[in-house]
């Protein structure tokens, strides 16, 4: 049973486009975040949210925790081929829980 | 922000072989560090987890004497891969939370990851 449930799996659009990627859970975290990873590297942190509702922007990325915090959303203004990547969301149970990381969601920005 | 270093970034032995994987930090110190496991086009399944000084605690499934680890000290753990086979070919990546300077970092540090190809 996979925990974090990220959907869709893979999206793939033309640059200008606008995206939404949704994370969710039945489970309650302390704490979410959400890593953007390229090929052969390792996961780079965006943001992490602690807060229900709570709502974070990073330039044309926003991030938002959902109020019960199960769930979260990033959401992708004007994509830019740049923006290309695996997009994980990671929750966290407690303070000093390990991190849970969500399938991932390919997205593929064409020019 | 705090750095993780892997090495090597990638590597190819043959089957029967030991690899081991290094994984540092730079400019802090790593009170727990992590190794998890990346299959093409999948996420991180964490391995195991382990505290300085102490024995690691692995995961359900992921055996202990095939996938040795050690954290001897606050900079610095080893992932050996011990006769390797061709099924443990994929991209282990570590991460690492702790301190510096008195500041607590509750946030994981990924490192680069390192890819193993086992032939």
């Known amino acids: 049973t996979q925990l974090l449930e990220q959907s869709p799996q893979f999206l793939s659009i033309q640059e200008g486009e606008n995206l939404t990627v949704y994370c969710n859970s039945s489970?309650?975290?302390?704490?979410l975040q959400w890593y953007r990873q390229e090929p052969g590297e390792g996961p780079v942190l965006l943001v992490t949210?602690?807060?229900?509702?709570e709502v974070k922007k990073l330039k044309r990325l926003t991030f938002q925790f959902g109020d019960a915090r199960k769930d979260s959303s990033l959401h992708i203004t004007a994509a830019q081929p740049g923006d290309t990547g695996l997009y994980l969301c990671a929750g966290r149970r407690g303070s000093q829980g390990n991190l849970i990381f969500g399938k991932g969601t390919k997205l593929s920005v064409k020019p | 922000g705090a750095v993780v270093s892997q090495h090597p970034s990638w590597v190819i032995c043959k089957s029967g072989t030991s690899v081991k994987i290094e994984c540092r930090s730079l400019d802090f110190q790593a009170t727990t560090m992590f190794w998890y496991r990346q299959f093409p086009k999948q996420s991180l399944m964490l391995m195991a987890t382990?505290?300085?000084?102490?024995?690691?605690?692995?995961e359900q499934g992921v055996e202990k004497d095939k996938f040795l680890i050690n954290h001897a000290s606050l900079t610095l753990s080893t992932l050996t891969v011990t006769s390797a086979h061709p099924e443990d070919s994929s991209f282990y990546i570590c991460?690492?939370?702790?301190?510096?300077?008195?500041?607590?970092?509750?946030?994981?540090?990924f490192g680069p990851g390192t890819r193993l190809t086992v032939l």
């Open positions: 949210v602690v807060t229900g509702g």
């Open positions: 489970s309650v975290f302390s704490s």
């Open positions: 382990s505290n300085e000084g102490s024995k690691a605690t692995y």
């Open positions: 991460s690492a939370r702790g301190f510096s300077s008195g500041q607590s970092y509750n946030e994981q540090f």
